[in-house]
């Protein structure tokens, strides 16, 4: 699976849009780009994910760029309750078994 | 509806004994998976069971460890001779199939702490 790069901490001010880079630049065709986060003491839990698509859901927007090479999470209004540490995740298509490779995250503390 | 559990949430052991973990997943769902989380690290791959197929062991870091997984249900991870390294948090995930469009519901976690 290809690496992926992020900052390893953000601040955010409650209320305001949380923009999480990430970089991916060894990212091949048919890899997708996937977004977790775990809140402290729990389990990860799946956010979006996307191809070359610009992606939206209930709960965050996934920009890929034109190249592929980085994308950013956007989490539109950030609550106290979305501090936690946010994966990017690149799978390749013949990681047949599905299983995720984390590596450190961004951890986004959001502050009143 | 209910999501995956594990038992017990926390666990402390001393070192050399053996520990079982136990996981319960998303009914219906056909794959599996283990993860280890150490204190402010990102998780590692153990062991995946998909279906009826063999699993996958290729994250499994000793023959200290091992898993079994009864039909499409509960799964359980074995760690004998218990190290202090073995300390970390054990997740257990399932999803609808191991395609690679489907989402892994995690849970809850065991902590083990090795004395």
Known sequence: D?????????DCAE????????NHSTISGNEYVYWYRQIHS???QYIIH???NNETNEMASLIITEDRKSSTLILPHATLRDTAVYYCIVRATNNAGNMLTFGGGTRLMVKP | GAGV???PSNKVTEK???VELRCDPISGHTALYWYRQRLGQGLEFLIYFQGNSAPDKS???SDRFSAERTGESVST???QRTQQEDSAVYLCASSLTSGRYNEQFFGPGTRLTVL
């Open chain 2, 59 to 61: 994250g499994l870091p």
């Open chain 2, 77 to 79: 991870l074995t760690i």
């Open chain 2, 16 to 18: 050399g004994k053996d």
């Open chain 2, 5 to 7: 559990s594990q038992s």
């Open chain 1, 50 to 52: 996307g191809l070359k």
């Open chain 1, 42 to 44: 729990q389990g990860p």
């Open chain 1, 2 to 10: 290809a690496k992926t790069t992020q900052p390893p901490s953000m």
């Open chain 1, 15 to 22: 209320g305001r849009a949380a923009n999480l880079p990430c």
